[in-house]
């Protein structure tokens, strides 16, 4: 199993920026892509940035220009900087990661930060 810890969610005012992170451990597993997924309330949970192992990214077009996303591959931690950060950015963001294992290949994800910009 792949545990993944989020961190750096908050209120922010329209402009403003945060930082995410998010720590995966486990044993037995290699984890391949990353990436971090948001979903407002009454809305489809939808990606906003993933990375490969190999540093590949891929970003939302909402918000391609504000966001980056960065990766450890030694200690398992992606980051997400967001700048510029406007209201429509509010949602629940979580962590999402590809664990392969001897066996399977599994999606896990994180319990979610609340990210919150002001108008």
């Known amino acids: 199993q792949v545990q993944l810890v989020e961190s750096g969610g908050g209120l922010v005012q329209t402009g403003g920026s945060l930082r995410l992170s998010c720590a995966a451990s486990?044993?037995?597993?290699?984890?391949?892509?990353m990436g971090w997924y948001r979903q407002a309330p009454g809305k489809q949970r939808e990606l906003v940035a993933s990375i490969t192992r190999g540093g590949t990214t891929r970003y939302a077009d909402s918000v391609k220009g504000r966001v980056a996303i960065s990766r450890d591959n030694a200690k398992n931690t992606v980051t997400l900087q967001m700048n510029r950060l406007e209201p429509e950015d509010t949602a629940t963001y979580y962590c999402?990661?590809?664990?392969?294992?001897?066996?399977?290949?599994?999606?896990?994800w994180g319990q979610g930060t609340q990210v919150t910009v002001s108008s």
């Open positions: 999402n990661a590809w664990a392969v294992d001897v066996y399977n290949s599994r999606s896990y």
């Open positions: 486990g044993t037995g597993s290699v984890i391949n892509t």
